[in-house]
């Protein structure tokens, strides 16, 4: 829901009256987003369902009850992916999505969608 032109003349004053009383916070508080703790967490997450996929396949010759040792690790790496994405909701998706997407310009090939046909 965007805001109405009246709350962001409100923002917009907090915002100068920020950058005169603190112009280092301003600074810092602009660079950084509010779902930076939960993506780290995300990068994590997946990070550790890879491991325990790997512990899993690699010692499932050698007993199955260390497979299910990394079945366990996937399985929490999971509920925490999920846990996290949970917490940042659609619009915390969409933030990093966008910020990912500014940060990665699609080069003028893939954009195109042109495909040689034989």
Do not use: C
């Amino acid at each position: 829901m965007p805001l109405s032109e009246n709350e962001q003349n409100i923002l917009a004053e907090i915002e100068r009256h920020l950058e005169e009383t603190d112009p280092g916070l301003a600074r810092h508080v602009g660079k950084r987003s509010v779902y930076r703790h939960a993506v780290g967490s995300l990068k994590w997450s997946i990070l550790g369902f890879v491991v325990g996929l790997g512990l899993m396949v690699a010692t499932l010759r050698v007993h199955y009850l260390v497979a299910f040792a990394g079945f366990l690790v996937m399985l929490v790496s999971a509920l925490g992916f999920e846990r996290n994405l949970r917490m940042m909701g659609r619009a915390g998706i969409a933030q990093v999505s966008s910020a990912f997407r500014a940060a990665n310009p699609p080069t003028a090939g893939r954009r195109s969608g042109n495909v040689d046909e034989d």
